[in-house]
Nanobody
Framework: VQLQAFGGGLVQPGGSLRLSCAVS????????MAWYRQAPGKEREFVVQ????????SVAESVKGRFTVSRDNAKNTVNLQMNDLKPEDTAVYYC?????????????????WGQGTLVTVSS
């Protein structure tokens, strides 16, 4: 199983980036997908999830209204469109494949992780 994230880079505050994650080695259509991020000196945190059919979307409050997730089951890819980026969005972004389960709310549980792509928001 391989999850290859790409699209990171340096962007100015207020700018946009689009991350993509190409998945191989599993039946992509049966997996939910998620993006996480880890800022320097901080723990990895959840960003967004999307169910296998494109539903069950959940977005972290810190990025709500700015980040949008989408998936293309024909191309085995999941994308993260990031707009109005802020310096606090600086982090390594990871994609993950797993399952969304209900336990008082819908939560994502990762089975596989990608290697991460660095996003730096700075002027």
């Amino acid at each position: 199983v391989q999850l290859q994230a790409f699209g990171g880079g340096l962007v100015q505050p207020g700018g946009s980036l689009r991350l993509s994650c190409a998945v191989s080695g599993l039946n992509f259509r049966t997996y939910s997908m998620a993006w996480y991020r880890q800022a320097p000196g901080k723990e990895r945190e959840f960003v967004v999830q999307v169910g296998w059919g494109g539903g069950r979307v959940s977005v972290a409050e810190s990025v709500k209204g700015r980040f949008t997730v989408s998936r293309d089951n024909a191309k085995n890819t999941v994308n993260l469109q990031m707009n109005d980026l802020k310096p606090e969005d600086t982090a390594v972004y990871y994609c993950a494949a797993g399952q969304i389960k209900y336990d008082s709310d819908w939560h994502f549980y990762a089975d596989y992780w990608g290697q991460g792509t660095l996003v730096t928001v700075s002027s």
